[in-house]
């Protein structure tokens, strides 16, 4: 059966939750344009995320066409104790107290139940309370209290978040629940791990020992230090997340944009998948239509170059999951389909010189844009060679071919990549006519068009990708006067 075909090179991530948990529904978000399926670990049993993850793998069977499984670990939470007589409104210019202290809190203090941000804390620092509507400065601080001056008022109430954005916090990226997480989705079989509360490179190294190889790694971007360590996290990282909604709470908003695009055109630059997610199209949680802006702000990711578009709620937990998914699919095409994007795309590519693998990429592009060439294939074990060429965003369609089905899910979050599982070949010939079959059956070339084929000779040895070749999409002209 003939794979489901894009028509758009981004990708296309959707949460799933209590919206979007039924075999009918995942389907549905998949016909309307999902590549990639988020398992969020915040919420939901275990016995609820393996149920889902079944079921995509069902729908991904029954499609013919590898389906990305992303899960998204929780991280440490930061919360405040609880009040003894509900919710305190506190008001600027007033003293507050952070402390270890149990006893339910008042107008005058909470507690504040991590020593270790206590330990951290330095006068001047920031505090910020429920999604940063409650801004304090840090006045005094003895290890185990925090005295604070209130700078930005508002109502106070039982386990409100708490961010820290002026401090390296003393935590790992992996709570106890994360770590449990990890090993179970690990086991289940997802193809990309995200971790939240990211800081540092080290946070990326514990969590890839730990995976053991049985995921990709995916760093959320939330928290100032990691805007600050950002080129060695997307160096220890297989992909990046630009999580806009708490890097919008610890930074001014205003510096979110410039950041977004900073962050993706690094990305770019490593090779590696960049996810903007957040907020995309947050009014469809309750409208069937999104707003100008929300569109714009899809459009601004997809010119930017972004590999993927994530949905959260508006798929989750959404009166309209797959309106959501549907009008993402809408704006990607249409942007794509503007000339103006291809001049942005094409004004931020950085020429890569390096391995010859990057070369061969660089030139199969060249190649086929300047040859009337169909469809780029690249025959790839590890997924790095497919990566390779999206990165140089061709104009012309790339077939990534991969005899490992974990890696042709893995490429589903990869711009521009149509992922297919084919049989292992031992020689350079039968891997032409293997990407002949793909790219006649899929519809991306008629038997006399052209394709170009990249592979490592010899075979099935990954890292060695050192040929190309143009040929004819005729599978049965490739074998006329070839030696065997």
Known sequence: MPTTRRRRNVKIVATLGPASSSREMIGKLFDAGA????????????????????LIREIEHEQ???????????????????FANGPVTLEQGA???????DAPGDANRVQLPHKEILEALEPGATLLVNDGKIRLRVTACDGVSAD????????ISNRKGVNVPDVILPLTALSKKDLSDLEFVCELGVDWLALSFVQRREDMDQARALAKGRAALIAKI???????????????????????????????????????KKIVRACRRAGKPVIVATQM?????????????????????????????????ESAAGDYPVEAVTAMNAVAETV???????????????????????????AAREVAETSNVKAICCFTHSGATAMLAARERPRVPILALTPFKGTARKLTLVWGLHCSAVEEVERFKLAVVSAARVAVRDGFATSTDKIVVTAGVPFNQPGTTNILRVATADERAIFEGEPA
């Open 336 to 362: 794509e389909q503007d000339p103006i994007y291809r001049e942005i795309i094409e004004a931020s590519r950085k020429t890569v010189r390096g391995s010859v693998s990057e070369a061969i990429m660089a």
């Open 95 to 101: 003293a507050f107290r952070f402390d270890l202290d």
């Open 64 to 82: 013919g066409r590898p389906i990305g499984i992303l899960a998204d670990l929780q991280g440490p939470k930061l919360r405040v104790g609880v």
């Open 281 to 313: 199209m947050e009014s469809m949680i309750l409208a069937p239509v999104p707003t100008r802006a929300e569109v714009s702000d899809v459009a601004q990711a997809i010119y930017e170059g972004a590999d993927a578009v994530m949905l959260s709620a």
């Open 148 to 155: 604070t001056v209130v700078e930005i008022g508002g109502e």
């Open 222 to 260: 939330e928290k100032p230090a990691a805007v600050k360590n950002i080129d060695e996290i997307i160096a220890a990282s297989d992909g990046i997340m630009v999580a806009r909604g708490d890097l919008g709470v610890e930074l001014p908003v205003a510096q979110v944009p410039p950041l977004q």
């Open 35 to 54: 590549d990639v399926f988020r398992l969020n670990m915040s919420h939901g049993s275990h016995e609820d995320v393996a149920a889902r993850h079944a």
